[in-house]
């Protein structure tokens, strides 16, 4: 048993938690901003697709991963436009509009396989990847254990690292953080104080696109050299989950989506050793319950934003 | 042309006119005001105050006329610019984020910051020197949801001085105040005017006006109805052209059989709160027939769970309720209502009626399994609608019909479709809370008549309200709810507003002082 263990919990394995946890840390991240911002967000699992095909995209016609990375942000930047249009402007409800920009994700990536590459399923292969510049910190990376995990990584995952630390600073610190918080729990006390709603809104929305681009990205080329139809695989839900277990704070969402990397490493890592003898299917289903473990455990002691979800208008709120 | 900004009105609107849709909201209002004036905007609810203050504001655009500020015309086109005109608003729903702290929720909107960083150090300086300048004590770093309201009022004047106000819009600002904690902020607003701030108080209590106010607009259904001196105008004359018609709000009360065996009964219930923690501790109330029982108290002191015990929606903890000789303790809600307890619920849309429904089916709601309106157990739509047209008759309901949604009616007019359903169905206790939260004068009066006539045909009533006016307009006995417990119970006549004010404030702890200062 205790070899069992020994086998399983190794540096490696720290090192696939914080690997895989990333786009869920960035997806996650865009959730928090969003719904803070009283934006209800479960868009997150088609934005990051577009992101990481326009990423791929990018990259192969360029030949340059770093444009890729821009292109992929900038993908989620603009698809996320359009959902805030449709929220915001149109007064769609929240969870409809993110329903069919899911939808259409997978339908326009299908689209534009056919358009650019003329075949459906797997993209034509970038020539080189982000992987290729992965970078050791000096001195940190030598920390035992952990110091190669959130040291000596790709830029991607450095970029989730630092979105937290950045998010956590920009709620506790800033004019920003501070008119998302208003206009996610009361947004009349922001528009009364000649703060628009609308344009807060708006900005929380397309950050967060950028940030679901980027994980998109890191998908098509960095963790892989090309974009696959569906490759997203339900990490945009997992980050809706990671979410609502971080209690919509910046630190709580970060540790949450480690711990669904960490199950995710753990399962692949136990399987691949063959170290405890169950069958595979039990393996790949063990993240999900995790999931929903976690979810249901930690849901009833976090408050969402007040005003999450809800629309907002200035004129017939009433007299 | 410049121009003296101390001669002339500071703010002054010409004919001013608000439609919404084919709603006016308000037509051709012309009002000004004076530097270091301060002015009462009265009018029943839904006479278009609000609206003229949220034109004022910068929150609507006025559809025609005017806006002036020292003589220049200005124009709104969001609260930003009313804002940097030197106005500053104190919304009846206070307009602060329950999550963010005092010092957060005053910057927000103008927070001193390098580069989008806030100084807080500096921003806390500002508010607690603020505070100390005006006499508005507060705690920079509490979290607005910890405070009391009167408290949270205070951050909202504070946030428009933080502005530089010269203009300070009050509206309806003692709804939700104990009466000490109206007398301070008029005193507060009393010295704000001698140091040179302008405010318009808007409001539907006379006394109010008389007792703050240098001068009176009157608005009635969007209309100017009249402008007065305060000191030359007298209640009944504002009234009149508030209401449009003579209003008598004091209604005799008769006089109480002496001591009967109390039908209601409810002996050291406990109850547990939202939150889990006790919230009713341990209290004993009895209501004989044709007893009002006024049970005062500031908001959020164990109404809402006395509420719920007593009719059956929460579960008591400790101690029992009775209805005549039944313990009724464990009983479900509809034993109870079968058992002849009725209840006005504090939230007519929320809780009274189901909006989305039409008047006929709110009217049924409950009973629907029944006659009339149901024939085993099948919805008698026929009989159902026959039974609405005679209550609607009997109450006075004003819908275009008994298929009228109730989302449509006038607030008046749902309190109404309540009280028919519940005084229709012949309870022997009737716990009212809130009966007039809202409403305007003349529906106030039609409650207050509808309740009294109940008392009189015998029925215990049980009325729970946060306004003392309404207490003691009505109450035979009054007792007073405070941190779960009733820490006072006298007969109406031998205690007075001011004595049971400070039992709401402190508690038991008020006891001898309340006394002698009474």
């Known amino acids: 048993m205790m070899e069992t263990l020994a086998a399983l919990f190794t540096p490696q394995l720290v090192e696939a938690t914080v690997r895989l946890a990333a786009p869920v840390i960035l997806a996650a991240m865009a959730a928090v901003v969003c719904e803070r911002s009283g934006v209800t967000n479960i868009a997150m699992e088609g934005i990051m697709l577009v992101g990481a095909f326009f990423a791929a995209l990018v990259a192969w016609y360029t030949g340059s991963p770093w444009l890729g990375l821009v292109g992929g942000a900038a993908a989620g930047a603009l698809y996320s436009l359009f959902f805030a249009w449709a929220a915001i402007s149109l007064h769609f409800n929240h969870v409809v509009a993110g329903a069919i920009m899911n939808i259409l994700a997978f339908g326009l990536t299908r689209y534009l396989m056919m358009v650019a590459y003329g075949r459906q399923g797997t993209s034509n292969a970038v020539a080189r990847t982000l992987h290729d510049y992965k970078t050791a910190i000096p001195v940190l990376s030598d920390i035992p254990f952990i110091g190669k995990a959130f040291f000596d990584q790709t830029p991607i995952v450095y970029l989730a690292l630092l979105s937290v630390v950045a998010w956590a600073w920009i709620f506790k610190r800033t004019r920003l953080g501070l008119s998302i918080e208003a206009s996610g729990e009361y947004p009349m006390a922001l528009e009364t104080m000649g703060r628009s709603v609308v344009k807060t809104r708006y900005t929380a929305v397309v950050l967060g696109g950028v940030m679901c681009g980027l994980a998109g990205a890191f998908l098509s080329i960095e963790n892989s050299n090309s974009f696959t139809e569906g490759m997203t695989d339900g990490r945009g839900f997992i980050a809706l989950a990671a979410n609502i277990a971080g209690g919509w704070r910046p630190v709580g969402v970060f540790l949450a989506s480690l711990f669904f990397g960490f199950v995710d490493a753990l399962q692949l890592r136990a399987q691949g050793l063959g170290v405890i003898d169950l069958p595979s299917e039990l393996f790949l289903v063990f993240p999900y319950v995790a999931t929903i473990a976690a979810v249901a455990g930690l849901v009833k002691r976090s408050r969402p934003p007040a005003a999450v979800g809800k629309d907002f208008s200035v004129e017939g709120g009433g007299d | ?493 031998a205690t007075n507003p001011a004595e049971v004010g400070e039992y709401m404030i402190r508690g038991a702890a008020a006891g001898p002082a309340a006394r002698s200062e009474a």
Not at chain 2, 70 to 78: A, Q, T
Not at chain 2, 206 to 215: G, I, K, Q, T
Not at chain 2, 223 to 244: D, H, I, N, Q
Not at chain 2, 380 to 398: F, V
Request: include cysteine.
């Open chain 2, 1 to 493: 042309m410049t121009t003296d900004p101390r001669a002339g009105p500071v703010l002054e609107t010409r004919g001013i006119t608000k439609t919404f849709g084919s709603v006016v909201a308000n037509s051709d209002v012309s009002i000004r005001l004076e530097r270091g004036e301060i002015v009462a905007l009265l009018g029943e609810n839904g006479a278009g105050k609000s609206t003229l203050m949220n034109v004022l504001f910068g929150l609507y655009r006025p559809s025609s006329g005017e806006i002036l500020v020292r003589g220049e015309p200005v124009r709104f086109d969001s609260p930003r610019d009313a804002i940097k005109l030197g106005l500053g608003m104190v919304h009846q729903h206070f307009m602060l984020v329950p999550t963010l702290t005092v010092t957060q929720n005053i910057i927000l909107g103008d927070e001193p910051s390098v580069l989008g960083h806030i100084r807080y150090r500096r921003a806390r300086a500002r508010v607690a020197e603020l505070s100390a300048r005006y006499g508005l004590e507060v705690d920079p770093d509490e979290k607005v949801e910890n405070l009391p309201v009167g408290l949270q009022q205070r951050v909202e004047i504070l946030k428009a001085l933080y502005r530089d106000a010269a203009v300070l819009i009050l509206d309806e600002p003692t709804a939700v105040l104990t009466p000490r904690e109206v007398d301070e902020l008029f005193a507060t607003l009393r010295r704000l005017a001698e140091g040179g701030t302008s405010i318009i108080i808007i409001t539907h209590k006379l006394e109010e006006v008389r007792s703050l106010s240098h001068r009176v607009y009157v608005l009635r259904k969007g209309k100017l109805s009249g402008e007065r001196a305060t000191l030359g105008t007298t209640a009944s004359e504002l009234a009149r052209l508030m209401v449009g018609r003579d209003v008598v709000l004091s209604v005799d009360r008769p006089e109480p059989a002496p001591a009967p065996e109390p039908i209601f009964r409810m002996e050291a219930v406990s109850a547990l709160g939202p939150r889990g923690l006790e919230a009713l501790r341990g209290a004993s109330l009895a209501v004989g027939p044709g007893e009002i029982l006024g049970i005062a108290g500031v908001e959020g002191n164990g109404q809402r769970e006395l509420c719920e015990t007593i009719t059956g929606l929460a579960k008591a903890t400790a101690g029992t309720v009775r209805l005549g000789s039944d313990d009724v303790t464990g009983w479900s809600v509809a034993r109870r209502m079968d058992a002849g307890i009725g209840y006005v619920p504090p939230d007519r849309r929320a809780s009274g009626l189901v909006v989305q429904f039409s008047v006929e089916e709110n009217l049924a709601l409950g009973r629907s399994d029944r006659a009339p309106y149901s024939r085993a157990r099948v919805l008698d739509r026929a009989a159902t609608r026959a039974s609405a047209t005679g209550l609607m008759e009997r109450y006075d309901i004003r819908a275009s019909g008994p298929d009228a949604r109730a989302s449509t009616l006038s607030g008046g007019n749902q309190q109404k479709v309540i009280l028919a359903r519940e005084f229709s169905r012949n309870p022997k206790f009737l716990l009212v809370s809130q009966p007039t939260r809202g409403l305007d004068v003349g529906a106030i009066e039609y409650v207050y008549r509808r309740i009294l006539e109940l008392k009189e045909s015998g029925v215990a009533v049980l009325l729970v309200s946060m306004e003392l006016d309404e207490i003691f307009a009505l109450s035979d006995r009054i007792a007073v709810l405070h941190g779960g417990r009733v820490v006072f119970e006298s007969r109406a006549d």
